[in-house]
């Protein structure tokens, strides 16, 4: 069975601060895919990023940097100099064995000005 | 192609009353997804679809849940005898059979239900 755990359910920082955003999965497939999602108020899920389980390097996009360790099956993700519109619900998802995504729980995150 | 649409965005019934949502995949994706996401909680697995043939069901999916896509072009999810805990927002995706495409998903905005 798959599993995603994002243990932090809000967070809040004061705009111009870096904030990451845990996420931890558990999957017996040697074959897997990992990514991030940001969900607006709007509600429609915004894809952010995709990786492969033979993909360990680290991806920087813009403010937007994540971390994959397989030691840890961990696969953090960092904003740096965080925005009032990064306010958002950022899910971490894992698609492995089938086509089904398994998404954790989500942090929310708020920005403050 | 605007991406993927789900009609209505809000829907709001009574209990027992039946409902039909419809998700308009794009147009060249021959995958579709159903998902449901409860307030506070991920998207949660509905089922999924390749052209017409409806291939995986979750446990989620009870009898009072029916999803068909004819002509493996729009689909739609009919909740019959509606409760109040199936009140969530029903989301729709859908990916394209290329080389690269593993879970590569576009999410539609869904449709939010309210059973009340």
């Known amino acids: 069975a798959q599993k995603v755990t994002q243990a932090q359910t809000e967070i809040s920082v004061v705009e111009k601060e870096d904030v990451t955003l845990d996420c931890v999965y558990e999957?017996?497939?040697?074959?897997?895919?990992l990514f991030w999602y940001k969900q607006p108020p709007s509600g429609e899920l915004v894809f952010l990023i995709r990786r492969n389980s033979f993909d360990e390097q680290n991806e920087i996009s813009g403010r937007y940097s994540w971390n994959f360790q397989k030691s840890t099956s961990s696969f953090n993700f960092t904003i740096t100099a965080s925005q009032v519109v990064d306010s958002a619900v950022y899910f971490c998802a894992l698609g492995a064995g089938s086509y089904q995504l398994t998404f954790g729980k989500g942090t929310k995150l708020s920005v403050i000005p | 192609d605007t991406g993927v649409s789900q009609d209505p965005r809000h829907k709001i019934t009574k209990r027992g009353q039946n409902v039909t949502f419809r998700c308009d995949p794009i147009s060249e994706h021959n995958r579709l997804y159903w998902y449901r996401q409860t307030l506070g909680q991920g998207p949660e697995f509905l089922t999924y679809?390749?052209?017409?043939?409806?291939?995986?069901k979750s446990r989620l999916l009870s009898d009072r849940f029916s999803a068909e896509r004819p002509k493996g072009s729009f689909s739609t999810l009919e909740i019959q005898r509606t409760e109040q805990g199936d009140s969530a927002m029903y989301l729709c995706?859908?990916?394209?059979?290329?080389?690269?495409?593993?879970?590569?998903?576009?999410f539609g905005s869904g449709t939010r239900l309210t059973v009340v």
């Open positions: 999957t017996r497939d040697t074959t897997y895919y």
């Open positions: 995706a859908s990916s394209h059979p290329g080389i690269d495409s593993n879970y590569g998903y576009t």
């Open positions: 679809f390749q052209n017409e043939a409806q291939l995986e």
